[in-house]
């Protein structure tokens, strides 16, 4: 009975939007557990994209730093 309520609750919900289309979607089509996995999946891009950029940042930084050291 809660588990319907809940999803009764959710679709009573604005709308939400539907990030590889970007056209809002009824939140009645997403459950609360598709809206926890799709931000799940969104921290994991996050992390994952943040990681490269310090890889990059310090690959960059040995390259300078060669520089400098050497004559």
Known sequence: MA???AA???RAKAKAIDSKKGKP???????SE???EKAKARKAR???KNKKRRERQKASA????G?????
């Open 3 to 5: 588990k319907e309520q």
């Open 8 to 10: 009764i609750k959710e």
């Open 25 to 31: 979607v009824e939140a009645s089509q997403l459950t």
């Open 34 to 36: 598709e809206l926890a």
């Open 46 to 48: 996050k992390l994952e």
């Open 62 to 65: 040995d390259v300078e730093a």
């Open 67 to 71: 520089r400098k050291a050497s004559p």
